[in-house]
T-cell receptor, first 114, second 113 residues
Framework: QQPVQSPQAVILREGEDAVINCSSS?????VHWYRQKHGEAPIFLMILLKGGEQKGHDKISASFNEKKQQSSLYLTASQLSYSGTYFCGTGSNAGGTSYGKLTFGQGTILTVHP | DAGVTQSPTHLIKTRGQHVTLRCSPI?????VSWYQQVLGQGPQFIFQ???????GRGNFPDRFSARQFPNYSSELNVNALLLGDSALYLC????????????FGDGTRLSIL
């Protein structure tokens, strides 16, 4: 089943913070976050594996709560370049070989204004 | 290093025709996955190939098929095209191991008239 992302859209001013959530009804093994700009390929941001770990990437970080089956992406001090659609992709095949199968949410549109 | 490359970038077909889309993975990547992305939605998984074997198949009809070659490049074939097949087709490659990210190509924009 497709993970659910919230909010569907968010509008920010430069320098403001945002949180994007990704929830699944299935047990999660991994969560992959991507950003896609209009007409371009999704760009990989980070991957989190089960274990509740948190990862950081400059001013973008994410957490993964295995028990709640959800992940959150944190964008701090947003920049104009952060604008785009953010997708979470979930993997649920722990220990198998289908690491290439991700189920993506419907996306969160992030717009950053000057 | 070159990223994932896909060809063609755009394609226009009519209903009933067939199409072949091509993908070259990042050097050293042995896994290729195909996704369909309809406007306004997230990518939807079609196939995964690893070491030339099919490792996963999404909920798509048998009109969709794929294969992977010894050099790890891949083709996606779609027969008897329908209007609903109009979409962006994305190829992603990875090392295919646990915890490894997938990197996407720019996609092929397929339009069915």
């Amino acid at each position: 089943q497709q993970p659910v992302q919230s909010p569907q859209a968010v509008i920010l001013r430069e320098g403001e913070d945002a949180v994007i959530n990704c929830s699944s009804s299935k047990a999660l093994y991994s969560v992959h976050w991507y950003r896609q700009k209009h007409g371009e390929a999704p760009i990989f941001l980070m991957i989190l594996l089960k274990g509740g770990e948190q990862k950081g990437h400059d001013k973008i970080s994410a957490s993964f709560n295995e028990k709640k089956q959800q992940s959150s992406l944190y964008l701090t001090a947003s920049q104009l370049s952060y604008s785009g659609t953010y997708f979470c992709g979930t993997g649920s095949n722990a220990g198998g070989t289908s690491y290439g199968k991700l189920t993506f949410g419907q996306g969160t549109i992030l717009t950053v204004h000057p | 290093d070159a990223g994932v490359t896909q060809s063609p970038t755009h394609l226009i077909k009519t209903r009933g025709q067939h199409v072949t889309l091509r993908c070259s993975p990042i050097s050293g990547h042995k896994s290729v996955s195909w996704y369909q992305q309809v406007l306004g939605q997230g990518p939807q998984f079609i196939f995964q190939y690893y070491e030339k074997e099919e490792r996963g198949r999404g909920n798509f009809p048998d009109r969709f098929s794929a294969r992977q070659f010894p050099n790890y490049s891949s083709e996606l074939n779609v027969n008897a095209l329908l209007l609903g097949d109009s979409a962006l087709y994305l190829c992603a490659s990875s090392l295919g191991r646990e915890g490894q990210p997938q990197h996407f190509g720019d996609g092929t924009r397929l339009s069915i008239l």
